[in-house]
């Protein structure tokens, strides 16, 4: 494979093509980087230390004798490093991020700033429970805001993530079965789940069977009623779903799922849609996640942290993983192992050390207050309104295979269907990089042919969406004309396209020294 | 409302395009009697910035923060000194907004990020490979005892008394729904680690050992002839490092024999944040890869022959392989794995070696003051930055004690493992770089009083 492993590209006036070439291979603001283990070494650091004698007796004969390999660099070499990365880099911050399903918002500066106040992030969490008094407060705070804005009675905080949360609810189920000596082994979830809900049905020892969905994207609740029975715990439902559709049966599968003896979990990735608009617990739902990061704003950061604290219904609320923030009195107390066994002894138990995602429930803290009852309805309403601008400004040129049976709600989805036979959705994503966007979500749901699900979120001004939408018509134009050049896309960008293949075939995971600086050692 | 951009005109005119007479009408697959008409009535409305920072303010003002007294609680979250240019780099938007890097010609920041995290987690740990992390170091644990499960297709982890019982807690919880079997015992106040006995406890139908470095304790032990044990048996062996500082100071993990390699990176970047997010550090063997859970950055070329990073292997993932898949996580902990990653590059292996040092340093010299107060005995022969202190009185009320003089003294390993009687006297004592010669003095004095 030809890599160059140093970073730099070769000082050719001109390529192969005749483009002018740079000495660096930068592009004024475009600037190469070589990788941390090719400019740092294991000599230098950014940290410096005071005098002190090292004592290095007591380590149980186990004192490292080789060396790690680890390169530093000063610390204006490492700002620079960073922050030359961090420009390669697509943002919120930058421009219109239409990933639909991941609903990246605006991350407001101000929760940057509370997240970082001492009393939230330099407090350990062993602390004695009178010291953090204002931080159990928080996650109470917190709680409160969901389980009021979903209409659930509890809400187990501590989950990390979305698929976290939604092992949380699997469990409370599984839990509350057992509970009963009911032992279920099936989990229905539908085609167009978000992977996370089948394999974490697997990873809570559930068999998992597909639902199908009808004509109009939403689950149909006849087959489901028909596949219904003693063996089904719970059937798992994205609401909204990941056609960017409300299901409007939801009532009516709740009902139905609970008549059978199963309960009802419902992926909360998409409540941005309805947040302050519908409660999910008036839906018959006995579980959901909410990802902090999605709806209440807390950064995506480039793949996490996220927070997934699950709502939950009155059937389940016994059954919450340990440990939870209860007010006892004018005190807040953190109910673990040891103080559970008295009042809460059917809790399924740990799923993670220490009591959650603090940084994260602090930023989100913010944002609902910022908001208020009155902005987070508003948010649902203009992120749902956003979303249907974009479906209508589109279905002229796209093909919108749920358009005809109504409006969305936060995303909007297309098909690839009338494309030139050799270009598909990934070749549309590629040109919008050239045009300043990040691409919508390609190829999920699975049920529609080269899906493209665009979620605008409420934070985009209509002049942004205008933009976006000349953008895209005119390259949905160019894709469905047999425009070639589409497949070079993107041109512009810090690499072109990457080839995932020799990725795969031949993984290069940790970066290794040249041979001859290893000899050197 | 200042996070939105949308003006009335800009919504009636959005309307009008859509044909939609009111907002409502888009909502109308939500069944009418369920649709809220109103905000919601117990929730207060919006507030300006001001008006919410100073709610939060005065709430965190509650709390005892940790850089106000002196400090000394460790037991899987650690307080060190983080370099002000950390945070300043995280909180560059192109990293703080980005999402996880699903579109690599625009996320090369992000994936060469990660490729780069991967390569000092798996070289700290002594491993072939890492992953782009974990929520934390208790979830990378029980993802180990998973994947162990799927390589050697048996079901019997033995867990070491010297696991952090958070950890030891959240795999019971686990183990209980998919029928693992584990075995699990409670550590003594000795400073003679469970080695032995995990060793004589290994058999045929063991799938690995899991066993901490440096333990709860603090307690320093050999892995290599637990690794041996457990390969002459074809187990594992897991091994889980909560203070990875110390790795800068004796031997990894991997370097011993570990198979699998899962830690805690806290310490390193990431603050204590009252107990999250942190970064789960997971490394293993390059044979065993495709049997990892969680994402991972790898090397390529574009088009044009420039070396690119991609997400790859992903066909391990929930994505693609849904309920196949080696685990559910999708979002992990990229932000904190940047923090890591920007504080260990600052650090370099001269710094981290310097830092262990300083704080090893530290510790020994915490130990002799406090072990010399009548009543306490030294539970540990070998500790990096942290020790077990026996106490001749209960540890638990001691540290509410020394809380009430502003001390924060360390973790009672009564609030750890309540009701084991033989270990409510045990204090975990944690000694930093940020611990000075005056806070090891206010803490002596402390338990003088006290110990009385």
Redesign the interface.
């Known amino acids: 494979m030809t890599v160059n492993p140093s970073g730099w590209r070769p000082s050719t006036p001109v390529n192969d093509a005749g483009e002018a070439q740079t000495v660096t291979g930068n592009k004024a603001l475009m600037l190469e980087e070589p990788l941390l283990f090719e400019i740092g070494t294991t000599e230098q650091t950014g940290v410096d230390f005071g005098e002190f004698k090292a004592n290095s007796g007591r380590l149980g004969g186990l004192e490292r004798n080789r060396d790690i390999g680890l390169a530093g660099l000063s610390e204006p070499e490492a700002v620079r490093h960073y922050t030359r990365l961090s420009r390669q880099n697509y943002a919120i911050d930058l421009g219109l991020f239409p990933l639909g399903s991941c609903t990246m918002k605006h991350n407001p500066r101000l929760n940057e700033k509370v997240a970082r106040l001492p009393g939230f992030a330099d407090t350990h969490p062993l602390q004695p429970i009178d010291t953090v008094q204002g931080g159990l407060e928080l996650i109470d705070l917190v709680g409160n805001w969901l389980t009021t804005l979903t209409g659930m009675p509890a809400v187990a905080m501590s989950p990390k993530a979305g698929a976290h949360g939604e092992l949380c609810g699997l469990l409370c189920i599984r839990a509350a079965l057992e509970a009963r000596g009911d032992k279920r082994e099936v989990v229905l979830v539908p085609e167009s789940a978000h992977g996370t809900n089948p394999a974490t049905a697997a990873f809570a020892g559930y068999r998992v069977e597909n639902i199908p969905a009808n004509e109009a994207g939403r689950v149909d609740l006849e087959a489901l009623k028909t596949r219904l029975g003693p063996d089904v715990a719970a059937v798992m439902i994205t609401n909204p779903n990941t056609c960017g559709l409300f299901e409007p049966d939801m009532k009516a599968i709740s009902d139905a799922v609970h008549a059978a003896g199963g309960f009802v979990y419902c992926d909360g990735a998409n409540f941005n849609a309805i947040v302050g608009k519908v409660r999910p617990g008036d839906l018959g739902v006995d579980a959901m996640h909410i990802n902090l990061h999605k709806t209440f704003s807390t950064p995506h950061g480039g793949g996490g942290p996220g927070a997934g604290p699950v709502v939950l219904s009155a059937a389940l609320a016994p059954f919450a993983p340990l440990p939870f923030v209860e007010k006892q009195g004018d005190r807040f107390v953190l109910v673990e192992e040891e103080t559970a066994e008295e009042h809460h002894a059917q809790s399924f138990g740990r799923m993670v050390a220490f009591h959650g995602q603090m940084g994260m429930f602090t930023r989100a803290a913010s944002y609902m207050l910022s908001h208020g009852a009155d902005g987070l309805k508003q948010v649902a309403e203009d992120a749902v309104l956003n979303a249907n601008y974009i479906l209508r400004a589109l279905d002229g040129v796209l093909d919108a295979p749920f358009g005809e049976s109504g409006p969305c709600m936060h995303e909007a989805l297309f098909s690839d269907r009338g494309f030139a036979e050799d270009l598909s959705t990934i070749d549309l994503a590629k040109a919008l990089i050239d045009e300043g966007f990040h691409p919508m979500t390609m190829y999920f749901p699975l049920v529609v042919h080269g899906a493209m699900l665009v979620e605008p979120t409420e934070t985009e001004s209509k002049a942004s969406l205008d933009q976006f939408i000349a953008a895209f018509r005119s390259i949905a134009e160019r894709a469905k004309t047999g425009d070639e050049s589409l497949k070079a896309a993107p041109v512009y960008a810090p690499r072109r396209r990457l080839d995932e293949t020799l990725a795969a075939r031949k993984p290069v995971l940790v970066y290794k020294d040249p041979e001859p600086a290893r000899a050197a050692e | ?6 003006s009335d005109a ?2 009636s ?3 009008q ?4 007479a009111t ?1 409502d ?7 009418p009697e ?3 008409r109103e ?9 300006s ?1 001001l ?3 100073r ?14 007294v002196p ?1 000394f ?1 460790g ?3 650690y ?1 060190h000194h983080i ?1 002000a ?1 950390v ?24 994936l ?5 995290f ?3 987690v ?3 740990l002594g491993c ?3 992953n ?2 974990m ?5 990378a644990c029980w993802e180990a005892i998973v994947m162990a499960r799927r390589i050697t297709r048996r079901a019997k982890a033995i867990l070491s008394s010297g696991l ?1 019982p ?2 030891v ?2 795999a ?3 183990a ?4 693992d079997v584990l075995e699990t015992s409670l550590p003594e106040l000795n400073s003679v680690t469970d080695g032995e006995s995990l060793i004589a406890a290994i058999d045929g139908e063991t799938s690995a050992v899991v066993v901490q470095y440096p333990d709860i304790l603090g ?4 892995l290599g002839p637990i690794a041996e044990a457990a390969h002459a048996n074809g187990a594992l062996l897991i091994a889980v490092v909560t203070e990875p500082v110390a ?6 993990p991997g ?1 011993m024999g570990a198979d699998i390699v899962v830690g ?1 990176g806290q310490s390193i970047g990431v ?7 942190y ?1 789960g550090l997971f490394a293993t063997r390059e044979k065993y ?1 495709r049997q990892m859970p969680g ?16 997400l ?4 391990r ?9 080696t ?10 794995a ?1 923090a890591f990653s ?1 504080h ?9 070696r ?2 262990a ?2 704080n ?2 530290r510790a ?2 915490a ?1 002799d003051r406090l072990s010399a107060v009548p009543g306490v005995r030294l539970v ?5 930055n942290e020790f077990t202190i026996e106490l001749p009185v209960e540890a638990r009320p001691v ?2 004690h020394l ?1 009430d003089k502003g001390i ?1 003294g360390g ?1 009672s390993l009564g ?2 493992y ?2 084991a009687d033989a270990l409510q006297n045990g204090l975990v004592v944690a000694v930093t ?1 940020t611990v000075t010669d005056e806070d090891i003095g206010a803490l002596e004095a402390g338990l003088k009083e006290l110990c009385q």
């Open positions: 409302m200042r996070y939105l951009p949308l800009d919504r005119e959005m309307l395009a859509v044909g939609a907002i009408d888009l909502f109308r697959d939500v069944p369920l649709l809220l905000p919601i009535a117990e929730l207060p409305p919006h507030a910035e008006c919410v920072e709610q939060l303010t005065a709430l965190a003002r509650q709390n005892l923060a940790a850089g106000e400090f609680l037991c899987g979250a307080k370099p240019s945070d300043h780099i995280i909180q560059r938007g192109e990293f703080l907004t980005a999402y996880t890097p699903y579109q690599p010609e625009i996320a090369q920041g992000t060469q990020v990660l490729f780069e991967q390569t000092q798996a070289r700290l072939e490979v890492a782009a992390s929520y934390d170091g208790s979830t952090h958070h950890y807690s959240v019971n919880t686990m209980k729904f998919t029928g307690r320093i032990t050999d790795l800068g100071l004796i031997r990894s370097e805690e603050g204590l944040q009252f107990g999250g997010p970064v890869v994402r991972l950055a790898g090397e390529t070329v574009d088009a044009e022959g420039k070396r690119g990073f991609v790859t292997l992903s066909t993932e929930q994505h693609i392989r849904r309920e196949k898949a685990s559910n996580i999708c979002t992990n902990s990229g932000l904190c940047l920007v260990m590059s600052l650090l370099g292996e001269k710094g981290l310097k830092l040092q300083l090893h340093a020994c010299e130990a540990n022969e070998s500790f990096f540290v509410r809380a924060l973790v609030r750890l309540p009701g770089e």
